[in-house]
């Protein structure tokens, strides 16, 4: 059974500084990972789908790396605004997709 | 243009009674799912269908039954209402036979049962 973990749970940072949200998964046999978005309320937005042949996508100032083999994946959010105040989530795709609990992120203006 | 849609956005209801919760996708996805996010945010599989086929059955208790009538839509019927069940209820799709199993989700159904 795939089981996929975020840390940190929540994460705080002043405007301007850069983002790091991990995603770690326990069965590699995926064919990809997904990183979405979801404001209070909302539904979810996707962010950056990599393929499990790809090391990394990109999408302006979001960077996402896979590294199947040791089932993690990192989400970059370069120079941080108080717009990307959200959750995020990770979801692994082995013909299901698989959530993380979500790292609720905020932004300080 | 909505590509997947949800009716009701918003249900509120009794215990006891059965309701439905209505998915449709414009993309010709082959694929359909329903996602229960429970009061914690925490996101779950329920079902898929391919094709009209019931591919994925998740433990869901069996007061819940998804019906497929075409590719493009999906169905959620939940039989006697518990308070339990009171969570957002999101539909997906995807192609199957695509490269990428990119799923895309509907705007979500708040169900709030009292």
């Known amino acids: 059974k795939q089981e996929v973990t975020q840390i940190p749970a929540a994460l705080s940072v002043p405007e301007g500084e850069n983002l790091v949200l991990n995603c770690s998964f326990t069965?590699?046999?995926?064919?990809?990972l997904q990183w979405f978005r979801q404001d209070p309320g909302k539904g979810l937005t996707s962010l950056l789908l990599?393929?499990?042949?790809?090391r990394e996508q990109t999408s302006g100032r979001l960077n996402a790396s896979l590294d199947k083999s040791s089932g993690r994946s990192t989400l970059y959010i370069a120079a941080s605004q108080p717009g990307d105040s959200a959750t995020y989530l990770c979801?692994?795709?082995?013909?299901?997709?698989?959530f993380g609990a979500g790292t609720t992120v905020t932004v300080r203006a | 243009d909505t590509a997947v849609s949800q009716t009701p956005k918003y249900l509120v209801t009794q215990m006891g009674n059965d309701k439905s919760i209505k998915c449709e996708q414009n993309?010709?996805?082959?694929?359909m799912y329903w996602y229960k996010q429970d009061s914690k945010k925490f996101l779950k599989i329920m079902f898929s269908?391919?094709?009209?086929?019931?591919?994925i059955n998740e433990t869901v208790p069996n007061r819940f039954s998804p019906k497929s009538p075409d590719k493009a839509h999906l169905n959620l019927h939940i039989n006697s209402l518990e308070l339990g069940d009171s969570a957002v209820y999101f539909c997906?799709?995807?192609?199957?036979?695509?490269?990428?199993?990119?799923?895309?989700f509907g705007p979500g159904t708040r169900l709030t049962v009292t």
């Open positions: 997906a799709s995807s192609h199957r036979d695509s490269s990428s199993y990119e799923q895309y």
């Open positions: 069965d590699s046999a995926i064919y990809n």
């Open positions: 990599i393929q499990s042949s790809q």
């Open positions: 979801a692994v795709n082995d013909y299901k997709l698989s």
């Open positions: 993309l010709g996805h082959d694929t």
């Open positions: 269908y391919n094709n009209k086929e019931l591919i």
